[in-house]
């Protein structure tokens, strides 16, 4: 079972470290075979707006593009991706940004004769997708140039993999391991108030 560090900080009022946590479960009997810390994954990685896109001189496939990302100046990036144009807002790996999951570190370059300061990233390079058709584009509204992309794709979080006995169906739920953590920390249970559910009226009889 998955469990979205996150999540479980809204059901549970926790500070513990994926780690701290992990062991905590692991002394509860749990079985946590994996922690994947997916803040590594962007770490670096910011929003950017495409404010210029030319040919590039030298390549039929490549196109310069001039980078907003906040700074006083745009950034020159090469950009093999179909879908980069003028307008759109994309993720964009700074110089010095380590991209973890193609493992590749992010420096400046020259391609084909011209600088490129930065990579302009699809899910792919992110590690949210296996395969990427182009880059990825945000569609969301009041975008901050230069801010952090991760709380966006949700790699602001840490996803625990972890196993549970055989005898312990009550922990085989996001709310189960909440319930858990609270009782072995002593931390606060916060569980959404739901209205009770009344199940609609039958009218009529039922002839057998």
Same mark, same amino acid.
């Given at each position: 079972m998955r469990i979205s560090l996150n999540w479980l900080q809204e059901l549970v009022d926790i500070t513990l470290s994926a780690d701290e946590l992990a062991h905590t479960l692991t002394m509860a009997g749990f079985e946590v075979e994996d922690i994947e810390d997916r803040r590594t994954w962007a770490d670096g990685v910011v929003i950017g707006e495409i404010v210029e896109a030319a040919p590039h001189p030298n390549a039929n496939k490549l196109q310069v593009c001039q980078v907003n990302v906040g700074a006083e100046e745009p950034l020159n990036i090469v950009c093999g991706a179909s879908n980069a144009r003028q307008g759109i807002r994309v993720p964009v790996a700074v110089v010095g940004t380590y991209l973890s999951q193609i493992d590749l570190k992010i420096k400046p370059a020259k391609l084909r004769g011209v600088?490129?300061?930065?990579?302009?990233?699809?899910?792919?390079? &992110? =590690?949210?997708?296996?395969?990427?058709?182009?880059?990825?584009?945000?569609?969301?509204? !009041? +975008? @901050? &140039? =230069?801010?952090?992309?991760?709380?966006?794709?949700?790699?602001?979080?840490?996803?625990? !993999? +972890? @196993?549970?006995t055989a005898n312990r169906a009550d922990a085989l739920s996001l709310v189960g391991i909440a319930r858990e953590v609270a009782a072995l920390t002593g931390a606060t249970l916060k569980l959404p108030n739901l209205e009770p559910f009344s199940p609609p009226g039958q009218n009529g009889k039922v002839v057998v």
């Open positions: 600088k490129s300061y930065g990579m302009i990233c699809s899910l792919s390079e &992110l =590690g949210l997708e296996k395969e990427s058709a182009g880059i990825h584009i945000f569609t969301q509204e !009041d +975008l @901050t &140039l =230069g801010a952090d992309v991760r709380p966006l794709l949700g790699l602001d979080d840490v996803i625990l !993999d +972890l @196993t549970s």
